[in-house]
């Protein structure tokens, strides 16, 4: 298992974009709605092209290593939402890709403010759109629109 390297995906802005464009293409790996989510085979072209993208920034990455950079992706965008969310005085998030993410609201258990101040609700996320280009086809160059 190998580890990501000094240098981040965080500090690469259009590697990081290309990395969330990519994931929200393949749909297998993060909608739960999909029969597509619960096969193994389905997902592992996704994590192959997100492994080229990593290995951009780092060479030695593994699919592990893209599997947990959409785990920690996922978990600080819940957390920020959560923070938005809230907020009584409006907080605005800092994370420049945290919009980039928006597609997975309607996969993360989304509940209104007040429900989730007395539920303690897990995840949430919001909408708006960007376009993005990707080649997350080794055959075909895919343009496409991320919520944002």
Not at 57 to 71: E, F, H, P, T
Not at 119 to 127: F, P
Request: with cysteine.
């Amino acid at each position: 298992m190998s580890h990501m390297g000094a240098i981040s995906l965080y500090d690469e802005p259009e590697i990081m974009e290309e990395f969330i464009s990519c994931y929200q293409f393949f749909t297998a790996l993060w909608d739960s709605s999909s029969p597509d989510y619960l096969s193994k085979q389905k997902k592992e072209p996704g994590y192959q092209e997100l492994l080229k993208i990593l290995r951009r920034v780092n060479g030695n990455c593994s699919i592990q290593d893209v599997k947990r950079k959409i785990n920690s992706l996922r978990c600080c965008y819940r957390r920020e939402f959560k923070k938005v969310q809230e907020s009584v005085n409006g907080y605005q998030t800092r994370l420049w890709w945290f919009h980039l993410m928006d597609f997975l609201k309607p996969v993360l258990n989304i509940q209104s403010p007040a429900r989730v101040k007395s539920e303690n609700v897990d995840d949430s996320l919001d909408e708006t759109s960007i376009q993005v280009s990707c080649d997350c086809n080794a055959n075909a160059k895919i343009s496409y629109n991320l919520i944002e």
